[in-house]
DNA sequence: CTTTGTGCAAACGATTTGCAGGATG
DNA sequence: CATCCTGCAAATCGTTTGCACAAAG
């Protein structure tokens, strides 16, 4: 435990971050979690004991994260801003039904050629999105 | 173009859609471009030479749109939701340099395999979303 | 003539900003 | 001790809503 919180402190330092009380929450708030919350949910659990962050510095903290790489927003509903520390390459699987979203391993989905791509482009990254229903909401 | 017309009558009528101006002409807009605009851009298009529809039309015109399936939202961004009235299956290239969204044909990215995610899980359909850089982007 | 759409303005939710005081490196 | 962060409240952006009037089928 302590040795992740200093992990953590490493990881905030090496990216040329500021350690404060609030950033170290957020982002450890997000890496323990797999549910892809927004600013607000993350602000909730925070100040769920005692208050810990305030809003303004929650998303200012999810910015300066995002800006260095640690990490990202993932966009699947309209006017819905979601937050992941996951960086590494995956996809997204989301359900119909209740609206969440899983992760899918980068490898589980291979064999996508990008070889045919118009001339001009030029490729960063990708990534698949695909929607249908969870085991909980096959009855849609 | 009177051809157009009346084809675009009768595809919101089939759709259960009663034929109104504004509906129309957002409708009418929104097939003849391929930049996926967003609502306040379909708006200033409609009313640039003269005024044809109020905002709040445009919103529910879109909405109604997407509910019978003729239009589809494109999210890619941050807060921000743009349309799209090509429904047809097909994946999205977004420039990271300019913001520029372009559709790339369906079969130009073949060979996913979706048989090997996790049992439990329902495919309803999906896309891929390439980041990357256009032509005149280049320079990133 | 019944139902649905329109336009206006006010309301709304999520995110951003300005600014003064406080903490970090 | 210079720089950057925090917290508050107000501001902003995109979208939705309530309601009275108008138009479509």
New binding site residues.
Partial sequence: MQEQADKIVKVL?ANG???????FAVYANLLGRSDHP???QILQDLNQAA???????V??????LKKVGLVREVLLE????RYDANVDPHHHFRCQGCGEIEDIPWEQLQGIQLGSLRSGLTVGNYEVTVHGWCDRCQTH
């Fill in positions: 330092q971050l500021r350690v404060t009380p609030q950033r927004r600013a607000e208050p810990q962050s305030s809003q303004a510095t998303y200012s903290s999810l910015q300066a309209e006017g819905v801003c």
